[in-house]
């Protein structure tokens, strides 16, 4: 199936309550047509690819509600321009509404149109696009859009909240009345009529939704923790109904059944808010852009909501204030704290040019800026977007726990059923078999499997993103703690990628001046690092370049150009020598210095004559020797990749503390140099910042991007760094060590308490209201763990 022909879509879903309900949904939609679907318990979410020419939206959702869940409606808010009257509202309505999936109201007042949209319904850009025929204009609000959904969960929590209090309160008094038989006291202070008229509510109103969620689970052809949890207090309810209705002489289980779904619905209420706490770095992120901009319009400053701001509009940030879009300043000069981007916590100086970012902070200084990307292209929209989908995805390590959570809840009902039969028949008493076969029911619990991985994910992303770590998926964040070698590039990793000319080197007649003049024409308009150091310097000498013809230029050597009908070549000493230039010896004293040396050539009707020699230096980053040392400490070798010379490489990594390096690698050849060290059996890291880095990126077990690279590096990499610096790489692969930790702890919890907690309830040492506590309290468990990885700091 080519990938690249499928649509994607993800689907908030309702009513899941284990690890065995996501599987069943995946189970489901992987059944259909041209479908590939993960569905994430800890989000609540379903991520589909599927072709759209195969199957319609439509299907996916009747496939989740066959199977007994629901899918929640999409809502979006539109800010409207141009109405003037309730006709233009009508028109907008109608327009939105012709759309399939699509119901939309317009409030003339507020000029917002509040959109429900069905799963799969056209995108943000139709609506737009449909607002626009119909002669309005329209942005996207998405911030209301969480607002919303957060209030949906927000009045859910509450309601379940309430239902647990009634519970509490029937529960109670029959709990109660267990105190006494601690003491041997088996009398009882309630009546059995009592007990039975206190636990019906909690057994058929209160639990309702595990008989209904239970029913939907066996309809839908598999089980879940609904259906575990519906038999065991349902086998201890009826029994103890019997015993009352028929007076017969055995002790009753009410408070056990009763007390089960109370204890159970703390759990999930416990959960819901843990599970709320892993997303909380994306709350944060969102809370820090401002809803308001002062912007100029008119010749005046008004206050307008951040979110109608347009590319090209001028706004004004006063000190203190976070920037409400991206930029650039147009006037002023202040110092921006960027720590919520890139984790770095000194401010960055910002002058007439410098491009600045939505939520970040002002220090001092007034700013004036154009807006260069507004809404969802911002640069905070594109790391609470990759951290979304990071977060939604699924770690390969998740697998076992899925096949486990598939197949679980009906191996513990046959153990509840054996332990029934065995023990009955060992015991020759009916009463504490049920009891026994009761608690093996409520004791067991697939939902701690389903939130192992997730939540770790979730929190370990998170963090990351407020680090200036962003992972483009689960599965590159468990991969990153495998690597043995680090493969770095030189120019813009281990270096600051800002090179300078050192030394104007003439030989013969020739003079700095000339030299440069040479140079700098052969090398105008080229975009190569080396090439702008070249222009900078002949700015600095007031030199221009002149006018070339028949250009010609080989990647990561050398180029080639006419000036006034006389042929030039530029690049490196191997270069000119392979072109038949007798190239001077004596450069190596400026190699050994850590300097990239270029070389200027005319062309002549026997050999090239050498015109001179230019001396670039791209100085080592502050933090790059202290980044190796850091790599090398947690057992990882750091391998260095440039086209320089040997000597001038040597250097380098001997300032940078790199003991492997090779030289005189061509950026088409760096790919190579990557598959050569997986082909010796070694799980392979990337870390480059150029276009020409793409492929080697692409090539490498797990890649990392420095975030001020190009796109295309930052597309090909499964890591980006915010940060220009190599201790981010070290910080991710940190991160990722500390999450396969949380995920490896919590499997192993929530292994070891159903290998323990079902052999104990089937021999009878586990009450089933004590297992019932202990079921609600296993997610808990493991999702509270996996937020212990908030403790988690970059640099440590």
Known sequence: ????????????????????????????????????????????????????????????????????????????????????????????????????????????????????????????????????????????????????????????????????????????????????????????????????????????????????????????????????????????????????????????????????????????????????????????????????????????????????????????????????????????????????????????AKRVGAKVYAATSNQQGRLRCRATSVGAHTQLAAIIHLVEEAQGSKAPIQRQADVISGIFVPVVVVISVLTLVVTWWLASDFVPALINAVAVLVIACPCALGLATPTAIMVGTGRGAQAGVLVKNAAALEQAEKIQVLIVDKTGTLTEGKPAVTDIVPLGAMTERALMQVAATLEQGSEHPLAKAVMERAAAMNIRPQAISDFSAITGSGIAARVDDVEYILGSPRFLRERGAEVNESLADLQDEGKTVVGVAILSMETPKVLGYLAIADRLRGTSAQAVKRLQSMGIEVVMLTGDNAATASAIALQAGITAYRAEVAPQDKAAEVGKMKAEGKFTGMVGDGINDAPALAAADVSFAIGAGSDVAIEAADITLMRDDLMSVADAISLSRATLGKIRQNLFFAFIYNVLGIPLAAIGLLNPVIAGGAMAMSSVSVVSNSLLLKRWRAGG
Request: aromatic share 6%.
């Open 1 to 348: 199936m080519n990938s690249l022909a499928l649509k994607q879509i993800e689907l908030p879903i309702e009513g899941m309550t284990c690890s065995a309900c996501a599987a069943r949904i995946e189970k489901n939609l992987n059944k259909l047509p041209g479908v590939h679907a993960v569905v994430n318990f800890a989000n609540e979410k379903a991520r589909v690819e599927f072709d759209d020419a195969a199957i319609r939206p439509e299907e996916l959702v009747h496939s989740i509600e066959k199977a007994g869940f629901h899918v929640v409606p999409q809502s979006v808010q539109l800010q409207i321009s141009g109405m003037t009257c309730a006709a233009c509202s009508g028109r907008i309505e109608k327009a939105l509404d012709k759309l399939p999936g699509v119901s939309a109201s317009v409030n003339l007042a507020t000029e917002i149109a509040h959109v429900s949209l069905r799963p799969g319904a056209p995108v943000m850009d139709d609506l737009i696009a449909a607002v626009a025929k119909a002669g309005y204009g329209a942005t996207e609000i998405s911030e209301a859009s969480r607002a919303e959904e957060k209030a949906r969960k927000l009045a859910a929590y509450h309601a379940e909240l309430r239902m647990f209090w009634i519970s509490a309160a029937l529960t109670l008094p029959m709990v109660l009345e267990m105190v006494p038989m601690l003491w041997g006291d088996h009398g009882g202070f309630l009546p059995r009529w009592l007990q039975m008229l206190l636990a019906t509510p909690v057994q058929f109103w209160v639990g309702k939704r595990f008989y209904i969620a239970g029913w939907n689970a066996l309809r839908g052809g598999g089980a879940n923790m609904d259906v575990l949890i519906a038999l065991g207090t349902s086998m201890a309810y009826f029994f103890s109904a019997v015993v009352t209705l028929l007076a017969l002489d055995q002790h009753v289980y009410f408070e056990a059944s009763a007390a089960i779904i109370t204890l159970v619905l703390l759990g999930k209420l416990m959960e819901a808010r843990a599970k709320g706490k892993t997303s909380a770095a994306i709350e944060e992120l969102i809370k820090l852009q401002p809803k308001t901009a002062r912007v100029e319009r008119d010749g005046e400053i008004v206050e307008v909501d951040a979110n109608t701001l347009k590319v090209g509009d001028i706004f004004i940030v006063r000190p203190g204030e976070n920037l409400p879009v991206d930029g650039i300043v147009i006037e002023g000069a202040s110092d921006v704290d960027e720590a919520m981007l890139t984790g770095e916590s000194l401010p960055v």
